[in-house]
């Protein structure tokens, strides 16, 4: 397992071309086969191959501009022909609320350039807030 620096470039080019509202990303670095995995943090978003990229493109064109998206973590590693990576982000809507999400993307080379095949979005909860969740 290796540090890598390339898939790390892909992550943080994601929300930059996110946040542009530039869905050449999702043409450029997501895979096309029908087992690309998108796993939202909206309780139906587990969608598979062409509905998830029609779903990321929906987003990026919906919501272009109207968000700060600061990457504050990210990390990449690849063996052989896998890569995975992770990434804490704070979203600025509005210009007053700030969002806290986490990311994690899983990337497979394909005729020798990186795919993602697989992210996941979730939003952190403290065991306090769900154990509150839970008591009321």
Known sequence: MQVSSE?????????????RGDASWLD??????PSLR?????????LQGEAALENAR????????????????????SEGTAGWGAATVSILLGGVMDVKQRWSFV??????????VQSHISFGITRDQLIGLHAS
């Open 58 to 77: 929906s987003d990026v064109a919906r919501l272009a501009g109207t968000f700060k998206i600061t990457v504050d973590e990210c990390e990449a590693f």
């Open 7 to 19: 898939i790390e470039n892909l992550i943080r080019e994601w929300f930059e071309c996110f946040e």
């Open 107 to 116: 990337f497979h080379q394909e005729d020798g350039q990186w795919k993602s």
């Open 28 to 33: 450029r670095s997501a895979s096309m086969d």
């Open 38 to 46: 998108l796993i939202g943090y909206e309780p139906d978003e587990w």
